[in-house]
């Protein structure tokens, strides 16, 4: 018997990649499904693109971890209803595996409180890619000698959020390792909005558009000299070893980590 593990927005693009990787994985057991909107009802194999499990899509998340016993959830759901979720998954006692973006740094100590009351842990991240997570150390890193820089984000158009969870978490990222960063001026700006977002001082801009993933530009400058680290995730199965290792981890953790980056030796 494996870890028993329910997937909350399971019908979505990323829960039903979800499902399918947990399947495969034999350390694993899919226990549950919840979605909104449509499925309800539907056996949640044959929503993922697989043979039939005989487990329906439920509408219900508390209900659904009272029901199947899971000791671990996994979240791909929407920003608007995320953090409700992870108050359902912590007072039904189950840990969480949470992947929806719409949670920064600052609800973490309320996160960590709900957690520690419950007696359960989570793992939060606003990217599972390892690339992704490599990208922020490297970025780290180059912060320190260039504190000029700005980040350009590009996702699909069905995204309803901006910016990307893991432009914040760079911007934050860079902001602390470079001591401060300051946006060049710009005295005129003839169309509204033009320069970007402006997060920590670093500006960012969000590109949607149809064919794109989750692409991430940082670009740092310097006298004379520029340095431009770019993280693409073609496909949503570059999440998948991520999240995987953190359903894995998250039941021996004691507490709530924010971040791929703080379950990988880097
Ligand atoms: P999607 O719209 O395809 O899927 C979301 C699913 O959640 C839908 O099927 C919907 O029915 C369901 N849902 C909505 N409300 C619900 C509720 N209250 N309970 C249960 N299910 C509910 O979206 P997506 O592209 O799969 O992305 C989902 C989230 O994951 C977004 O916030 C996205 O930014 C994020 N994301 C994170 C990563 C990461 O690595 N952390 C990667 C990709 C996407």
Redesign the pocket.
């Known amino acids: 018997m494996g870890i028993r593990v329910l997937v ?2 399971a ?5 039903r990649e979800v499902v399918k990787g947990i399947l495969a994985d034999p350390e694993l057991e899919l226990v549950g499904a ?4 449509s499925g309800i009802g539907q056996d949640i194999g044959v929503l993922a693109g697989r043979e039939p499990l005989g487990l329906a899509l439920e509408p219900d ?1 508390g209900e659904a971890i009272a029901r199947s016993g899971a000791e671990v959830v996994v979240d ?4 608007a ?1 995320v953090k409700e ?1 992870l108050e359902t998954i912590a007072k039904q006692r189950a840990h969480a595996v949470i ?4 949670i920064t740094e600052a609800d973490i100590p309320a996160i960590a409180a709900l957690y520690r009351e419950h007696g359960v842990s989570a793992v939060i ?5 390892v690339g992704a997570v490599l990208l922020l150390k490297f970025a780290a890193q180059a912060a320190r000698f260039f504190p000029q820089v700005e980040i350009i984000e590009t996702h699909h158009d ?2 309803l ?1 901006a910016p990307s ?1 893991t432009a914040i978490k760079y911007a934050e990222a860079i902001a602390r390792a470079a001591g401060g960063c300051t946006p060049a001026p710009t005295k005129v700006e003839k169309v509204a909005g033009v320069r970007g977002g402006e997060l920590k001082g670093i500006k960012i801009h969000s590109l949607r558009l149809p064919g794109f993933v ?1 692409h991430h530009t940082i670009i740092f400058g310097g006298l004379g000299q520029s340095l431009t680290l770019k993280h693409d995730s073609i496909s ?1 199965e570059s ?1 998948i070893p991520g999240v995987i290792l953190a359903v894995k981890r998250v039941p021996r953790l004691n507490g709530v980590v924010y971040g791929l980056e703080n379950l990988l030796e880097l």
Do not use: C, H, Y
């Open positions: 909350s927005g019908n979505g693009r990323m829960g919840v979605g909104r909107q998340l791909f759901t929407r920003p209803v979720n992947g929806t973006t719409g991240a606003p990217n599972f890619a069905q995204k959020d969870g989750a949503r999440f």
